[in-house]
């Protein structure tokens, strides 16, 4: 179990990260993202703040395993909120916003099942 744990941990990390760095450095589709959830752009560089914490917090889980649960945990409610705020607006491009929501949510079982 550690082994899945310790990947899914990993691609989990990945994927946070590498959404954090488009939003930090300022890439179109983050903010065509935003233009579309009629959010301000000014949230931009909170959003990769948020996410670039999650990434980082989850590799630190795997020593410190409190740690990598609250950022699975915040991961989860973010990715949750991603996928009200296109429900909101009405759209139905849910694939990303699901596919980061589900890695995030299996990152959190598996550390709690892990860690007990």
Known sequence: MFIA??????????????AAVAY???HSYPRAQLDMKRLPRSW????GTVLAAGSSGLLAGIAVPL????????LV??????VVAHLRVGSRHLVGPAVFLAVSA???VLSLDHHG
Request: glycine share 14%; proline share 3%.
């Open 44 to 47: 931009a560089p909170v959003l």
């Open 24 to 26: 930090l450095a300022g």
């Open 106 to 108: 299996a990152a959190l």
């Open 67 to 74: 740690l990598g649960t609250l950022a699975a945990a915040g």
């Open 5 to 18: 744990y310790v990947t899914v941990t990993i691609v989990a990390a990945v994927l946070t990260g590498s």
């Open 77 to 82: 409610a973010y990715f949750v909120g991603a």
